[in-house]
């Protein structure tokens, strides 16, 4: 990796100057690495009417242009690329961002997920709020981070709903016939509600620090749309009401997520019509290979034949390296259809149903699960190549492990709460015990869940991120955890 940035001009001309009015960004999205560049995308959201000024690059200069409108504010975006293999930089607004790249030698890799909470996310005390993102950018001050990845729930989006006629019941109650009037406003109510929780996620000073310098490349779950999306009753999700929230929610995700609308997706979708949202990008020695789990979930599937189709594909694909699966919900984890049970023979429980109805360990997504497991089983059999499965969604921090045969063995590494406080130290430990009685979907490769180095129980009940490392070929993770702070290195 190299340590030499290379400066751009300090000035291009005209409108260079510091841009009018309040600006959000730039926020870096990685759309593809190719032909030895990273091609990024620069996010802005502006007030309505904001000129920005360009970005300046080695090569010359690049103005933001206008993507989606709202009421209040436009989204705006700059694309271009720079060196993937050393370090590199852009000017905007007078301010100097460097962009460490390095993507060929040694490598360090930041994973967040669950940034947000489900009620009152917005009214949070910002310093308590973004305290992790904020040690993120002291790592990376003192490391820098090539990619930062992102596993689900980058917004808590639950509370979009409230203070509309059509939705403020969601999902309890659903109006069978609204009007086309009623429904295009409350897409409008919609739009504005995912425009002001993004908004309010990315001007987060600890956040857009490291946002702007480090890109990002994301992949959304059930809060990016709303708490437990897809696994909902039917009669939720397949409502006009509910197809409404799942077509501002996508819009949103595809606009502030992916730096991108309908018909310009980056070429990392395996779908450019966009029907599922899943991704893959290569660089040399590493695949990075991110499943939609929720576009075409149902209660009783994970994904439809897009995203099997995009599964198989891959899992055929020749590679020699390291694929990090990015799996929103854990690949592996305890035995979960014993909770389902109670939950069911527990009538105030079923309230949960949904939470545990998205776990590829839930009884009606275990053909699902197994399928899953054996594409990544044959995946790693291929000379040369590991695979390490990578997730958030529990608001824990947690690994597991399946043995693979051949002397391989899938690693899952669980980062969950960037921001999310943890749930009671007493709910860790009921996972703990239920991870004693193991589990074996696949005959003759067991599961097991092991403690984070540094760490009694294998649940830990603290905010976290995790920092992936590529040194000499050889790969390590490590917790940043709130309290405990960083663990010792975990080979992979």
């Not at 939705?167 to 509600?193: F, G, N, Q, Y």
């Not at 197809?243 to 395996?270: I, K, N, V, Y």
């Amino acid at each position: 990796m190299s340590s030499r940035t290379r400066t751009p001009a300090p000035d291009a001309g005209p409108g260079t100057g510091p841009a009018p009015g309040p600006v959000t960004g730039p926020i870096l999205i990685l759309d593809d690495l190719r032909g030895g560049r990273m091609h990024l995308s620069a996010l802005f959201i502006a007030e309505r009417g904001t000129a920005l000024p360009p970005l300046l690059l080695e090569s010359g200069s690049v103005t933001p242009e206008p993507l989606a409108d709202y009421e209040s504010h436009t989204v705006l975006r700059a694309r271009f690329s720079l060196p993937a293999e050393t370090a590199s930089a852009y000017r905007w607004n007078s301010t100097l961002f460097e962009v460490t790249g390095g993507f060929s030698g040694g490598l360090r890799i930041a994973y967040a997920s669950c940034n947000g909470e489900e009620h009152g996310d917005l009214e949070r005390d910002g310093a308590e709020r973004n305290a992790m993102w904020a040690r993120m950018g002291a790592a990376h001050r003192a490391a820098p981070f090539s990619l930062l990845l992102h596993g689900g729930d980058q917004v808590y989006a639950d509370e979009a709903t409230s203070g509309h006629p059509l939705s403020e019941d969601w999902p309890d109650r659903v109006p069978r016939a609204p009007t086309r009037e009623d429904l295009a406003d409350l897409r409008r109510h919609l739009r504005e509600r995912f425009l002001q929780r993004y908004l309010a996620v990315y001007s987060a000073p600890e956040f857009a620090w490291i946002a702007a310098r480090v890109p990002s490349l994301m992949q959304w779950d059930d809060h990016d749309i709303c708490d437990g999306w897809g696994s909902l009753r039917r009669s939720r999700t397949y409502s006009p009401v509910g197809q409404t929230l799942f077509a501002a929610a996508r819009e949103a995700a595809l606009l502030f997520q992916h730096g991108c609308r309908d018909g310009d997706l980056p070429p990392r979708f395996a779908d450019p019509q966009g029907r599922h949202l899943g991704w893959r990008i290569e660089a040399a020695g590493l695949r990075l290979l991110a499943p939609d789990l929720r576009s075409e979930r149902s209660r009783r599937r994970v994904m439809a034949r897009g995203g099997w189709r995009m599964m198989k594909a891959e899992a055929e694909r020749r590679f020699a390296g390291r694929t990090l699966l990015l799996s929103s919900v854990p690949l592996l984890g305890p035995r979960l259809s014993l909770l389902e049970l109670l939950m069911v023979l527990m009538p105030r429980m079923q309230k949960y149903e949904d939470d545990l109805r998205d776990q590829w360990q839930s009884r009606a997504h275990r053909a699902s699960w197994r399928r899953m497991l054996r594409m990544l089983r044959d995946m790693a059999a291929q000379d040369g190549q590991q695979v390490t499965a990578i997730s958030g969604e529990i608001h824990l921090a947690a690994r597991g492990e399946m043995a693979l045969g051949g002397g391989k063995t899938l690693h899952q590494l669980v980062a969950s709460g960037i921001t999310h406080r943890a749930p009671p130290r007493a709910w860790a430990k009921v996972l703990g015990l239920l991870s004693w009685l193991g589990d074996a979907p696949l005959a003759g490769h067991p599961i097991r869940i092991r403690s984070i180095p540094g760490q009694a129980g294998r649940y830990a009940a603290e905010r976290n991120y995790l920092v992936l490392e590529r040194r000499g070929g050889e790969w390590s993770a490590s917790w940043d955890l709130e309290f405990s702070g960083r663990s010792e290195p975990l080979p992979l």
